[in-house]
């Protein structure tokens, strides 16, 4: 008779690694797209951060262009926001005036490559897509394949013994593999939309190019932007939470 007891362990372990290694490699796609940029941090308390972007999937990290002192005299030379705390993101705004000369012909060829995309694009996204697809049903899958388990195998009695550890790695795949696909978005990838983005108790709209989303986010490329009435409207690419920011309008 097999040992039921280590047959679970051996299970539980490999889940874990498995979970750990999709989670560690698991980063955001739209935030990815700012990787290595300047780009602005707005949250929703008013506060402006501004640096390199680094994107980890337990957060991000803002290196400061220049060095500066705290309130205690303390230098300070980044700014990290943990994961637990996209909550506060308003928006992530990449200006084309602060992107260096590199990255501005960069930005170009993407926003070239995304606008109208051409039949080889469209191709590559509709393939990604149906992998997509499959990644949404794995956990369906595997939460099926456990339940059955429970109730017909050997192991069934220490699976259940084993809820709670179970149950915390089903939720780690969930949030390493889960992607939102959204056929109503799917649409308009490639083309002007209108985005509502919400701001206090302002509901603002800016036109631009829909370049993707997840299930966290949308990013829009070529928005007239401005952070305060105040400052002049400049040309930006933004990643705005789901929350916060619709995409209300076909533009074109």
Do not use: W
Request: proline share 3%; glycine share 4%; aromatic share 8%.
């Amino acid at each position: 008779m097999p040992d039921t007891f280590a047959i679970t362990i051996i299970f539980i372990v490999l889940a874990t690694i498995v979970a750990a290694f999709i989670r560690r490699r698991s980063r955001d796609k739209c935030l990815k797209d700012f990787l290595h940029d300047l780009v602005a941090l707005e949250e929703i308390t008013g506060k402006i951060i501004r640096g390199k972007l680094r994107v980890e999937n337990t957060g991000l990290e803002f290196t400061y262009p220049t060095s500066h002192k705290d309130e205690n005299d303390d230098d300070e030379t980044s700014f990290i926001l943990y994961k637990y705390e996209y909550s506060n993101i308003r928006a992530l705004i990449r200006y084309h005036d602060e992107l260096n000369k590199g990255a501005k012909k960069e930005r170009e060829k993407e926003l070239k490559r995304t606008y109208h995309p051409r039949t080889l694009r469209k191709l590559k996204r509709k393939t990604q897509n149906v992998f997509k697809t499959v990644k949404d049903s794995m956990m369906e899958v595997v939460n099926l394949s456990i339940s059955q388990a429970k109730r017909i195998t050997p192991a069934g009695a220490v699976l259940t013994s084993q809820d709670k550890h179970i149950s915390q790695i089903q939720k780690e795949l969930m949030g390493s593999l889960g992607t939102s696909f959204e056929p109503l978005l799917e649409r308009y990838i490639g083309h002007r939309v209108v985005l509502e983005l919400i701001k206090g108790e302002k509901l603002f709209k800016y036109s631009g190019v829909l370049k993707d989303y997840t299930a966290e986010f949308i990013e829009i490329m070529d928005i007239d932007y401005t952070i305060t009435k105040d400052q002049p409207v400049r040309k930006a690419d933004l990643v705005v939470p789901r929350k916060y920011g619709v995409v209300r309008h076909l533009g074109e």
